[in-house]
């Protein structure tokens, strides 16, 4: 028989149940010992027979007589002392005498079976009271009637192997079953083999495992019962909880392998404990058939059960519970570490005005820990007498009507004797697993706000007085374009009121074909930024003005577009001056290309420089050339004139001297020009931001310049020429003078010679 005993879930009475224990059995010894002596004086009676045989050949073989006589009279005794043995063996049953004054005598039901006949030999008084029939009328009766050993070769294989006690159902004179537990010996006798049965009544043993195995099938936790370190049983829930195949599948691995699977020590030691006869609950690892791990809440109690030392386990599964547990304690933990990292004060009192809870800001503000906030009144925490007062006003105010109450600005004496605003909330709640009404208060500084707020509406006092006396307007449109708010600009720069121009559309006021425009105000009722969109607006006079717009959208937190805030100012003489400057630039652009006279710039933050078509054409460039500056000067003719173009670049951005030098460059083309550069630098902040000028090709005149030149000076020689005739023909002239004079006064005067 496997364990079982009052847990066992297969002890059926319908067939013998061996026991292994052979304690508390009834008194059969004496029916053994005289079983044994019988056997005894048998052998005793053929130990004799031989003796007197072998006497009775020493006398056929010896010459003496006188040993003859000896030997012959000692096998007449040894043969006459077998005889009455043997007859002694022969007249008594060995059975009758001793068991008739066993029997009796015995408070235990008891019964003789002879295994032969299988029918009982006899059966006292107790045994027929307890299967309610007569004395004497088990006498006789098969075996079979009465016991389920019709197989008794299989009871004397079982009693052979050292199982004599039995668990069966006996049937009663009245048809009842009677609930047994047997205690067989086998008895040899000369004639055969008897069972001495003894009887004992387990009914109520039985109804009480009954109702024991179905309390132990029917609980809802997992129960196995571990004898010597190893499962003897389980029920249903057990099974179900390893999912198991069978209860035979899960008897049959150790409890190690299910449970403490993640810290086996911990398993051992608490099935010591529980086998030393303390009750131990412990949450350990577990695991299924399957492979499938879980928390386990384990119950483990020791007792003994028939001798036997036992330790009934009761397991649930509490991985949910367990899950939920630490989901709580997360949850607090959370919930702490995000009130104590909240930035206002955060209590909870009780109407004693003890506080119950404190966040970190608040036991920082008492210079304590939070810890040792609680049990303390406000006064405890240096609050005067008349904050103390109406604080506890509010707090049962709260508690007694359940309703909240909320101050939206508090000046309250701070501890380091400064005075703050504050708002509170302050509402009812009960602490989990607590009957007591308690205020919850949420406490924020809003001093530095109060302080923000009232600057605020003094800079928007002086932004409203600022707008109003601008020549700048503000507007906010609606998602489909609608008005809804207008500053006082609007009447100064289009003529009419807020309150004309609110509720309407912007297309009644601006140009639609601006409107329409992409970008500007179409991309702000998008949800994009814009600025400086210039729109042609209808005055109320009905002229028509040039505004320029910027716009912000205001969104949702969503993304979602709930407006368009603007603003506009008029530029429409900023606009004719444009104009104005455009023809004048365009006049000034068409002259330029008429004369040759080309433009550049040299931004000297970017590092580019910007030169225009007719400054390209002078280089022999395409138009998607872009230069740089040592490119820009490697154009001049390398020598002094690239030294020069160089020396007074440099001091333009050094110095911020403007120059115009009239150089020669050598174009892409291979040709030698001459060109005049002109610059100027701007400088900004004291720093030259960059240098522009123009750039015109000088070549012809150049030419023209020095063909006049070697014309005058070639004139020149023919003048110095000239004049040097000249000079030689006076004298010649001076002399003819001279010559005639002197001849003509000869003439007139021939004798003066003489």
Known sequence: MDWRGPFGTEARMEQPQPIRSSKHRPPSSQAVSLARLNEQARRSGLAMLLLGALLVLCAAVEQHWEAKAVCLVAAAGALGASISRWRHYRRQDPLSVPIGELMPSSPSPAMLVDLRRREVVCANAACARMLGAPDGSLKGKPVAELLPFADCDAVLSRVAQGCDRFECQMRAADGRSVDVEALVSLIQARDGSYLLVFLRDATAERHARERFQAAFEGAGDGLLVLEDGRIVDANHEAVRLFEAASREALLEVGPSSLLGVSDPREWEALCRRAEGGSRCTARIGAATRTGRSFVAEVVLSGFVVRGRRVVLASVRDVTDEARAREDAESSSRLLRTIIDAAPCYIFAKNARGEYRLANRALADLFGVEPEQVEGLTDIDHGATPEQAAAYRADDLRVIQTGEQVVIPEQRVLRLDGT?????????????????????????????????????????????????????????????????????????????????????????????????????????????????????????????????????????????????????????????????????????????NEAARIGTWEVDLLQGTIEWSPITREIHEVGPDYVPDLESAIGFYLEGEDRETIRRVFCAAVSDGEPFDVELRIVTAGGRERWVRAVGYPVFERGQCRRVYGTF??????????????????????????????????????????EFLANMSHEIRTPLNGV
């Open 419 to 591: 005075l703050g605003w504050f708002h509170t909330v302050k509402v009812p709640v009960r602490l989990p697993g607590s009957d007591e009404p308690l205020v919850l208060g949420v406490c924020i500084d809003i001093t530095e706000q109060k302080i923000a707020h009232e600057a605020r509406l003094h800079a928007e006092g002086r932004y409203r007085v600022l707008l109003e006396n601008s020549d700048f307007a503000v507007f906010e449109l609606s998602p489909e374009g609608v008005l809804t708010f207008a500053s006082s600009g609007w009447e100064r720069l289009l003529g009419y009121a807020p309150a004309e121009v609110e509720g309407h559309h912007l297309s009644e006021f601006v140009h639609p074909d601006d409107l329409e425009a992409p970008g500007g105000l179409l991309a702000g009722l998008a949800g994009a930024r814009f600025q400086g969109a210039e729109y042609r607006v209808l005055h109320k006079n009905g002229s028509v003005r040039w505004h320029r717009m910027f716009g912000s959208p205001l969104l949702q937190n969503d993304g979602a577009v709930l407006g368009l805030l603007c603003g506009t100012t008029d530029i429409t003489e900023q606009k004719l001056a444009e104009q104005e400057a455009e023809k004048r630039l365009d006049l000034l652009t068409k002259t």
């Open 696 to 737: 015109q090709e000088i070549d012809d005149r150049k030419r023209a310049e020095e063909a006049l030149r070697f014309a005058n000076e070639q004139l020149q020689q023919a003048i110095l020429a000239a004049n040097e005739m000249a000079v030689e023909a006076e004298a010649a002239s001076r002399a003819k003078s």
